[in-house]
């Protein structure tokens, strides 16, 4: 596939810019931008061009961004290149293991980490790749102030804007973004996951930690027109792993001001 799709780059590329021998006009979708594979595709990545040739006729083609959004790249795609349904998949467990890279595209400063879901912790299996969760946790406040003579129960938003990068254990059935079928299921199934991973600061990983070992948590998925676009930079107040220097019930209180409710 990964060899087809790359054919495919070098001929319609060739084609952009009404640079064909003839033949109907129309628009594409293209790369805006270079992909990485195993991304999952944001409105950055993207842009449309006028081209012309036989290929136009082909369903294999996008014609607006919204098709391809959320999508996850197979291959490495080349800016300016037509992006094609062979190049994509809607889920990344449909990914060849073989044509992985040896890394995950996290930004630099950002690393990932598994945390634990289920039905009722994680949306009853509606969170998928590409989306942004918000995490709220639930402790009592004696955890904060063991003298405390009222104990009380505090549910807060602790993390919100989380990015969500991996599901685990992989579907099923998935569909590719061209509608193949691949799996032991001819059904395209998601089901309900037993982990999550995500990319955050080490910083954040460390509270994250503390949460899970110290509270109950619960995932809330936010609404696809507030998601953010993935981090590309350094994170100012935690730029590397290095910076993370641990935290207890402390710094959490400082933090969140679990105690001040």
């Not at 089901?191 to 619960?218: H, K, M, P, V």
């Not at 998601?227 to 400082?254: E, F, I, R």
């Amino acid at each position: 596939m990964a060899v087809l799709a790359f054919g495919g780059v070098f001929l319609l590329g060739n084609t952009i810019g009404g640079g064909g021998a003839g033949g109907q006009t129309t628009i594409v979708v293209i790369a805006r931008q270079a992909i990485p594979i195993r991304h999952v595709i944001t409105d950055a990545d993207l842009d449309t061009e006028k081209v012309s040739g036989n290929f136009t006729s082909s369903n294999n083609t996008y014609s607006n961004k919204s098709d391809v959004l959320n999508l996850i790249s197979e291959i490495q795609i080349t800016k300016g290149s037509v992006i094609t349904a062979d190049m994509l998949a809607k889920d990344l467990g449909l990914v060849p293991a073989g044509s992985a890279p040896a890394y995950l595209p996290l930004a630099s400063g950002y690393v990932a980490m598994t945390i634990p879901t289920g039905e009722q912790q994680g949306v009853a299996g509606h969170i998928s790749v590409g989306d942004y969760i918000t995490v709220v946790a639930s402790a009592n406040v004696t955890i904060f102030n063991p003298t405390a003579t009222v104990p009380k129960v505090i549910s807060k938003t602790v993390f919100t804007n989380v990015h969500i990068i991996g599901l685990g254990p992989a579907s099923a059935g998935v569909q590719a973004a061209g509608g193949v079928n691949t799996g032991s299921s001819s059904a395209t199934t998601s089901g309900i996951t037993s982990s999550l991973t995500i990319e955050l600061t080490q910083c954040d990983a460390e509270y994250f930690i503390w949460f899970l070992n110290n509270t109950t948590i619960r995932y809330t998925l936010e609404s696809f027109h507030d998601y953010l676009q993935a981090p590309t930079d350094p994170d100012p107040t935690c730029p590397t792993v290095v910076t993370a220097k641990g935290v207890s019930q402390t710094q959490v209180d400082a933090r969140y001001k679990f105690t001040a409710l």
